[in-house]
């Protein structure tokens, strides 16, 4: 109807999500949302029958943390949501300016009087896809570091105050953490996390991840490893993320035999559950984000096989069988 451009730009009424407006819109484009609701119905019938036939392989996915601007969540909950800023981090180890995230950061005291109705669809919708999922940025759900578009005004915590969000985390926690049918949650708690929120995750006993090469005893001198096997077992062990390098990349893990090693001492963790990026397993030195970095290479890496061709590929194959052997060794 409107040439793809974005909400923002539609007729006002529309934009604005008027009931007349999408009532005028829905009777013009009826057979179009027809056509669009059945290809999504094919879809999720396709999704719920992969993920029976995968059993007793269980399907684990990714909540982000935020969405677009220009998202049919935001154009239909504005009120929810502010134009005038948008959300990052503050100045950390992979950037001495911060980041920009360039999304709409949340009203929280707007959700919470509509008992975070959105947030609750979400979990459900979360909780039917997957068998367990992962919270991304964490810390984002107790305080959102908003960066004003004026930039003459100073990025700032919202909420502003420990308690207030303290409250906001534990509450958002356990609303997605609770969804029906879902019965594994973890946290992605790394970068500047307070100790505030340290606290709080363990008293939810919500798991955050052990990335390997950081965990260290940072208070002795030569900062030795931390041996997995005492990782405590409310946490992931992973060799990384999506964020960082591959161990291929890292003089560690440069060999073969180096690699292997790194994967069986973190299959070894004590941690409930483990996490082997696909780059790890085998060895392949491509990385999928440089953290404040906008090019055209981030976040475009794909495999180099389709996925239903796995089990008839002598490599994929061959790395499985390993993994299993590795994984049946280490009493997982």
Not at 73 to 93: H, K, L, Y
């Amino acid at each position: 109807m409107h040439e793809e451009l974005p909400w923002t730009a539609w007729p006002e009424p529309l934009a604005h999500a008027e009931p007349t407006a999408i009532n005028e819109a829905r009777r013009a484009l009826d057979l179009e949302i027809t056509y669009r609701s059945y290809l999504q119905w094919i879809a999720a019938e396709q999704w719920s029958e992969a993920k029976r036939l995968a059993w007793p392989v269980r399907v684990f996915g990714d909540l982000p943390f935020m969405i677009s601007a220009d998202s049919p969540d935001v154009w239909a909950r504005q009120s929810e949501f502010r134009f005038d800023a948008t959300i990052g981090v503050p100045p950390d180890a992979f950037s001495e300016t911060g980041q920009d995230w360039g999304l709409p950061p949340w009203r929280a005291d707007v959700m919470a009087a509509n008992d975070f109705t959105w947030m609750r669809a979400r979990a459900r919708r979360t909780g039917l896809l997957y068998d367990g999922y992962r919270i991304d940025h964490l810390v984002g759900l107790y305080r959102t570091y908003v960066r004003p578009i004026d930039k003459s005004k100073p990025p700032f915590f919202d909420p502003g105050d420990e308690a207030s969000q303290t409250a906001l985390g534990e509450t958002l926690i356990t609303i997605l953490s609770g969804a029906e049918t879902l019965p594994d949650v973890i946290a992605e708690d790394l970068g500047s996390i307070p100790k505030f929120v340290r606290e709080s995750m363990a008293r939810l006993e919500l798991p955050g991840l052990k990335v390997l090469r950081w965990e260290r005893d940072w208070e002795l001198k030569d900062t030795p490893l931390i041996d997995p096997a005492e990782f405590p077992e409310c946490s992931v062990a992973t060799t990384g993320t999506h964020d960082i390098e591959p161990i291929a990349a890292t003089p560690e893990g440069a060999t073969e035999a180096g690699r292997h090693a790194i994967l069986r001492s973190l299959l070894s963790a004590g941690s409930c559950l483990t996490l082997i990026p696909l780059q790890d397993v085998f060895g392949w030195t491509d990385r999928i984000n440089t953290p404040a970095v906008v090019d055209d290479v981030n976040w475009t890496w794909r495999t180099p096989w389709l996925v239903d061709t796995w089990l008839d590929r002598d490599e994929t194959v061959a790395e499985a069988d390993q993994l299993k052997a590795w994984t049946e060794d280490a009493g997982r």
